[in-house]
């Protein structure tokens, strides 16, 4: 039987992307689709989805939305059904997603992500749209996160409401807003409770989703435990706790058809494990499109937002050592002004041997994984991450902390995974200025003993970072929530 799922992101690729949530709620479709479900991505109307929408059918006008008219729209994504949450007052804006053009958070994302919330909501039950309820209702993070709480408080008591999925892809995210929202989002006096939206005073959007919703997963095994220690569930660790008999970690897994150093329109150079020498030419491209010089070390990547979760103020300050060590970097990046100038500092520092761009680049971040020699990943916390993978899958070796996904989905090259052939990368305890730059020590030694390197980097690339085993996952879940108990 196929099962119709929903599934809630305030961004999916290629349609709008900040992050890796894009890469993931745009592959899913594809991972879970031979396991027998047809998934539809829902998404909010701003400008660039809006203009990537084609021969758009209405299925829905509201007039009056939590205040705004609005239009349920669906289309395609890729050959997928999407719907497009059309609301000109909430959405059509200049800026990102979630902001302004000065990164400033847009003061009514409450509204904005309530009224997505709703709306899938009243989709997903078969209330709007003229079609029949959804099997699952399919949430991520907090932008989503409303929707299972929606579906309980208001479609709950029909007895065929969908079942609801909460994926937690960053829990240091929240959507907490003031308690004054509560009167204005439509829902009875009954949420506001301790298992309801009320979270310390205020309204917590995702702790609304994770109290409603029938499963709860994030996006790696470690990280689900990680989340249940005050250090990373960053508040809600006790919810869950409560919560662990439905709680699970899925790993990401990556888009062949879109990361693939076979065929990847955007390398100097296409390769394979097989031909591995090719991967000079995209380093040379990499050197040349950075301004960098060449040299006989190791060329290190980055491509990160620029924040505290990733580490970067360590990274910045390690750099005198990675240069001194014959490393060289290239970084790709946006985020903290403080950051980003602590790293043209250390390119004006080390002019030819570290290189900063600030800014967004698609492509650019493919070619750098097809011509780094390795990429840093010097994380506090992270629940899947996809740097890695995509660098696994290019032959580029991650140096990573050992937290969360990275922690599951890197061998590190100590003694046993090298005497046994199975070191994918390097990985390191505790992120401090002593462990990121003993791992950049340690790279550079297996570097320069190119049998050792060639060896991890192939093994890296014939690791099985496809949807195969996680769309599986995400598909028995969705069976098992729908087969009568
Ligand atoms: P997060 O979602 O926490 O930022 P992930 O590693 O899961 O971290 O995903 C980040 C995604 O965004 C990857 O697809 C990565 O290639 C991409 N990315 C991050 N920064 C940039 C950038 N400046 N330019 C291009 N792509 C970027
Ligand atoms: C979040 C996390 C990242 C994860 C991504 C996709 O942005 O920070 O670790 O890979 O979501 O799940």
Redesign the pocket.
Same mark, same amino acid.
């Given at each position: 039987m196929t099962l119709r799922v929903l599934s809630l992101a305030s961004e999916a690729f290629p349609l709008v992307?900040t +992050?890796? $949530?894009a890469?993931v709620a745009g592959a899913l479709p594809d991972a879970v689709g031979p396991a027998g479900i047809e998934m539809t991505v829902m998404l909010p109307g701003y400008p660039v989805v809006m203009k990537g929408l084609k021969r758009a059918k209405l299925l829905h006008h509201y007039a009056d939305l939590l205040g705004h008219e609005a239009r349920l729209l669906r289309g395609k994504i890729g050959v997928h059904p999407l719907v497009v949450l059309d609301a000109p007052g909430l959405f059509d804006r200049d800026g990102g997603a979630y902001g302004d053009q000065n990164g400033r958070d847009w003061a009514d994302n409450w509204l904005r992500f309530a009224a997505f919330a709703k709306a899938g909501a009243e989709l997903a039950a078969g209330v709007v749209g003229g079609g029949k309820p959804f099997d699952v209702l399919h949430a991520h993070d907090w932008q989503a996160a409303m929707a299972p709480a929606y579906l309980r408080f208001l479609h709950g008591d029909k007895g065929v409401a969908p079942k609801s999925v909460m994926t937690i892809h960053?829990i240091a995210f929240q959507g907490q807003f003031a308690r004054t929202i509560f009167p204005k989002l439509g829902l009875p006096p009954a949420a506001w409770a301790m298992d309801g939206v009320e979270y310390y005073g205020d309204v917590g959007f995702l702790k609304a989703g994770l109290e409603a919703a029938d499963a709860i997963t994030t996006v790696s095994p470690t990280y689900a435990r990680e989340i249940r220690t005050p250090g990373f569930g960053m508040g809600l660790e006790g919810l869950i706790v409560a919560k662990s008999d439905r709680v699970t970690g899925i790993v990401n897994g990556i888009d062949p058809a879109i990361w693939n150093p076979a065929h990847d329109p955007a390398l100097a150079k296409t390769f394979t494990v097989r031909t591995l020498a090719r991967r000079v030419a995209n380093k040379r491209a990499v050197e040349q499109a950075f301004g960098l010089e060449p040299g006989d070390g190791p060329l290190f990547i980055v491509? %990160?937002?620029l924040t505290w979760q990733k580490g970067m103020d360590v990274l910045a300050a390690t750099l005198d050592h990675l240069v001194a060590s014959g490393g060289r970097l290239a970084l $790709? +990046? %946006?985020g903290d002004a403080a950051l980003e100038n602590a790293f043209h500092q250390a390119a004006a520092r080390h002019p030819g041997r570290v290189a900063v761009r600030i800014?967004?680049?698609?492509p $650019? %971040?493919h070619l750098m994984q097809g011509g780094g020699d390795a990429i840093l990943v010097p994380s506090r916390f992270e629940p899947?991450? $996809?740097?890695q993978l995509?660098a696994l899958a290019y032959g580029c070796v991650p140096v990573v902390a050992r937290t969360g996904g990275l922690a599951d989905t890197v061998i590190d090259a100590n003694v046993a995974a090298l005497a046994a052939g199975t070191a994918t990368g390097i990985q390191f305890d505790g992120l401090t200025l002593d462990s990121l730059s003993l791992a950049i020590s340690r790279t550079v030694r297996l570097y320069h003993q190119p049998e050792r390197w060639g060896a991890i980097q192939q093994c890296g690339m014939k690791s099985d970072f496809s949807w195969t085993h996680s769309g599986r996952a995400y598909a028995d879940l969705y069976a098992r929530l729908c087969s009568p108990a």
């Open positions: 992307k +992050g890796g $949530l890469d960053n491509i %990160s937002r $790709l +990046g %946006s800014g967004y680049d698609e $650019l %971040s899947c991450g $996809l740097t995509y």
